[in-house]
């Protein structure tokens, strides 16, 4: 991703009004650190986009959300649609993470159309993929993986349109991080596949997700083809967030 590092909070189903002020806090150290070449984005539950809209407009900070329906607008109840998320001024939206995978069967085929809603409302989709621990034991995790990415890309996608999450599942909130060997293998692996899809696909931001903290983002960071992290836990501590965002910094500046 052109020596830029991007590093996205995932704040999960965490956060009420008083997470505001979390917010602030990230938005006032961002600011603070003149990181240029480390973009930040923090990914709220939909409840407190409109709020977090507004003082992010405030600061170098961008946000996003977490999921989003495949239709515009219609009668799916309780679902939230990427042109309601873009209206509050969202530049990203995660889909295919994990835990929605896992706890509403959401497939790849889902999350491709997941993905082209958020580009139809001219959301940067952050699209996660990741091996099982049984699949990663099974020693098949990259051609899983890879065939996670070939089935959740949008069709007609553009390599300045979207973002790839890497996160083993069983690295997610779990505090056990995949060797940088592994890391590097599998960032390898998705590179040299986007590169056989798109004639750019070295600008496509490769982030890695599974227990980032302050005391391995540096390492993590460091990896090939790691252009910046997904953060879950870490991001909801405001210290713990800004010592990767300051990690990011060391690397690129
Ligand atoms: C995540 O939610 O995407 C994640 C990586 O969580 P954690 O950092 O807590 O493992």
Not at 237 to 242: Q, S
């Amino acid at each position: 991703m052109s020596g830029k590092k991007l590093i996205i909070g995932n704040w999960k189903m965490n956060g009420g009004i008083g997470h505001v002020e979390l917010a602030k806090a990230i938005i006032e150290g961002v600011n603070g650190v003149n990181a240029k070449n480390v973009d930040v984005a923090i990914c709220p539950p939909f409840t407190l986009l409109p709020l977090i809209g507004q003082v992010v407009a405030h600061g170098k900070v961008s946000f996003g959300a977490q999921d989003c329906h495949t239709a515009a607008s219609g009668a799916h109840t309780g679902d939230i649609s990427a042109a309601m998320i873009a209206e509050f001024g969202a530049k990203f939206v995660l889909v295919g993470h994990s835990e929605r995978r896992a706890n509403h069967n959401e497939a790849s085929a889902l999350i491709a159309q997941k993905a082209r809603a958020a580009l139809d409302a001219g959301l940067v989709p952050v699209i996660c993929v990741g091996e099982t621990e049984a699949e990663r034991l099974s020693g098949d995790a990259v051609p899983i993986v890879l065939s996670q990415i070939a089935a959740s890309l949008p069709i007609d996608c553009t390599p300045e349109q979207i973002v790839i999450a890497y996160e083993p599942v069983w690295a997610i909130g779990t505090g056990r991080v995949a060797s940088t060997q592994d890391i590097e293998e599998m960032h390898k692996a998705i590179r040299d596949s986007l590169n056989s899809k798109f004639a750019n696909a070295q600008i496509i931001p490769l982030l890695y997700g599974g227990s980032v903290n302050a005391a391995n983002a540096e390492q993590i960071l460091a990896v090939n083809n790691v252009d910046g992290a997904l953060v879950g836990g870490a991001s909801l501590k405001a210290p713990d967030f800004m010592d990767i965002i300051s990690a990011a910094h060391s690397i690129v500046g």
